[in-house]
C-alpha cells in the first residue's frame, strides 16, 4: 500500500515538474538567484562594511532591474524552448496554455480554493465558468464603461467629446481611449469583481461570483486591521461607555471607510422615512 502510495506521488510530482510553466518559473528564479547569490556571498564576508554593503545592494538591484523587460522575458522563452528541444526524447512536457484559446486549464488550478472554501464553492463548476468568463471579459468590461458616457452623477468619470469637431473619428478615438483604460489594470481580482457585479454576471456565474467575492475580502495584510483599532480608540471613548454594539459597528465603519461615496440625499430620505416630525421640517 505504501509503495502504491509513494507511486502516484511521485507520478503527479513528475507530472508537475514537467509541465512548461514550471520549467519558465525555474528558468526566471534561476537567472534572478545567479545575481543575488553574489551579494549574498558578499554581504555574509566577515570584513564586509556599510558602504560597500550598500554598493553592492545597489548593483545587485540595478541588475535585477534590467531583467523586466521584454527582450529578457523573450531570452527566458528561448532558453525554455531550447531546454524542452535538448529534453524532447527523453521526456514529454506539457504544453503552457492560453485558458482563452484552448479551453484547458491546470488541473490544480481551483484545488487549493476549494479545499478551504468548498462549502461555498463547487471546483468544477468554478472552472467551467471561468473558462466561459476568460473569452469574453474585455467585452463584458467595455459594456460596463459605456454608461460613463451618460452617466449624469458620475461627472469625474465623463469622457469629453467636441460635437462641433470636423474629425470623423473623434468617435473612434475616444472609444479607443476607453478599451485602453479598461484593459489597463485589468488583472486585479477587485478590477473583476466590479465588471461582474456592476454587469449583472452574478446570476449567469454565481459560482466565480462568490468565489470573487470571497477573494477580495481576504486580508493582504494587518495593516486594515491595525487602522480599526486605531480609530476604535477615538471612537469607544470612556465617555461613551454605553453605546450599543449596534452604534458602534455603524461608527466604526463611518470612520473607517471614508473612501466609500455616500449619497446624501438618499440618507436624508431614509433618515426622514422614519420620523414624522423630521419630514415636515425638511418639506
Known amino acids: 500500500m505504501t509503495d502504491r502510495v509513494s507511486s502516484v506521488k511521485a ?23 545567479d545575481k543575488t547569490s553574489t551579494l549574498s556571498e558578499c554581504l555574509q564576508s566577515v570584513d564586509i562594511d556599510l558602504c560597500a554593503a550598500i554598493s553592492h545592494v545597489e548593483q545587485t538591484l540595478n541588475i535585477i532591474k534590467t531583467f523586466r523587460s521584454d527582450d529578457e522575458f523573450k531570452n527566458l522563452i528561448q532558453a525554455k524552448d531550447d531546454f524542452i528541444q535538448s529534453k524532447n526524447k527523453e521526456f514529454s512536457f506539457t504544453p503552457l496554455p492560453e485558458v482563452a484559446e484552448t479551453n484547458v486549464i491546470p488541473k490544480d488550478a481551483f484545488k487549493g480554493f476549494s479545499e478551504i472554501y468548498g462549502k461555498f464553492v463547487d471546483e468544477e463548476s468554478l472552472k467551467h465558468e471561468y473558462i466561459q468568463f476568460s473569452k469574453s471579459y474585455f467585452d463584458f468590461e467595455k459594456i460596463m464603461n459605456l454608461p460613463l458616457k451618460f452617466d449624469d452623477t458620475n461627472k469625474d468619470s465623463w469622457i469629453q467629446f467636441d460635437t462641433d469637431s470636423d ?42 461570483y462568490t468565489a470573487l467575492s470571497i477573494a477580495v475580502t481576504l486580508p493582504v495584510s494587518s495593516a486594515s486591521s491595525e487602522r480599526a483599532f486605531s480609530k476604535l480608540k477615538l471612537v469607544k471613548t470612556r465617555l461613551r461607555s454605553t453605546m450599543s454594539e449596534d452604534r458602534l459597528e455603524a461608527l466604526m465603519i463611518m470612520a473607517c471607510e471614508l473612501d466609500v461615496q455616500i ?12 420620523s414624522s416630525v423630521l419630514a415636515k421640517l425638511l418639506t
Open 11 to 33: 507520478g503527479s510530482l513528475l507530472e508537475y515538474l514537467l509541465q512548461e510553466r514550471f520549467l519558465l518559473t525555474a528558468f526566471i528564479f534561476k537567472k534572478i538567484f
Open 167 to 208: 474629425d470623423d473619428n473623434g468617435d473612434d478615438i475616444q472609444y479607443n481611449k476607453i478599451d485602453q483604460n479598461s484593459k489597463e489594470n485589468s488583472g486585479t481580482i477587485n478590477t473583476i469583481y466590479k465588471v461582474v457585479h456592476l454587469s449583472g454576471l452574478k446570476e449567469i456565474f454565481p459560482t466565480m
Open 263 to 274: 449619497d446624501t440625499e438618499c440618507v436624508i430620505k431614509y433618515f426622514a422615512s422614519n
